[in-house]
């Protein structure tokens, strides 16, 4: 499973080996591993115009791949202090969203019309939330002054604590949000899974995955939604 961030653009550096190279490596590692070993890789979710998924052949890639796991989350979040707030896994755009082409659907559509399969691509869902505070505002668009706290690191938490500490207080674009005190935090639900396993099944997805198994319950609610919903 590969996990390049990102093939000829930024990430925590900036990249200019060219479009056709993630294509080429995909195409050595099938070559190495043969035909009866899963092949599969980790990719962005921009789609926005001249984003990510614009710098990159996934399409040629995917003759390679078993499978996309498409990152559709960490869209927005505390990494802008000052916000505006925004859900970071919305699955269809709204009114007022700081980035066009941030949105799960439109990476989805973005990646078919380039040309790869439905079949290979799999929705990502976050087990954590992302959350900003000093926020007055309870939809989003609201300003802040810096990330909310959390457990391992300022701006995310798990939904294990989230579901609880600071419960939904309403829905956007196909996910959930919060507002507790001056704390303003987005994550998906068992309801808003859901939603996104319907349109998984609608687009004749390959499925979906999850990032990661801690942040759910002990129960595993999220991960039962999943399941539940690609019944």
């Known amino acids: 499973d590969l996990d390049w961030e990102y093939p000829n653009a930024c ?26 070993n899963l092949v599969t ?5 921009d789609a926005s115009s001249g984003g990510k998924i614009d710098a990159t052949d996934y399409a040629g890639a995917a003759q390679y791949s078993d499978w996309y796991n498409v990152m559709t989350y960490d869209f927005f979040g505390a990494f802008d202090a000052d916000g505006p707030t925004a859900p970071h896994s919305a699955l269809t755009t709204y009114a007022g969203i700081p980035q066009q082409g941030f949105t799960s659907d439109e990476a989805i ?3 078919r019309a380039q040309g790869v399969p439905a079949a290979k691509l799999n929705l990502g869902i976050g087990f954590y939330g992302r959350g900003w505070t000093g926020v007055t505002q309870a939809t989003p668009g609201g300003s802040a002054t810096g990330p909310a706290p959390g457990t391992y690191e300022q701006g995310i938490e798990d939904y294990k604590v989230l579901k609880t500490s600071c419960p939904t207080t309403g829905t956007i674009a196909g996910t959930a949000y919060a507002k507790c005190g001056s704390n303003w935090w987005s994550y998906d639900t068992p309801s808003t899974i859901a939603g996104k396993m319907t349109y998984v099944k609608n687009q004749s997805l390959g499925g979906a995955f999850f990032w990661e198994f801690s942040g759910d319950t002990t129960n595993g609610e999220l991960a039962t939604a999943i399941s539940n919903g690609l019944q």
């Open 11 to 36: 990430g925590l550096s900036c990249d200019t080996s060219g479009p056709a190279a993630f294509k080429n490596m995909m195409q050595a590692m099938r070559a190495k591993f043969g035909a009866n």
């Open 41 to 45: 890789a980790a990719i962005t979710a």
């Open 109 to 111: 559509q973005k990646l």
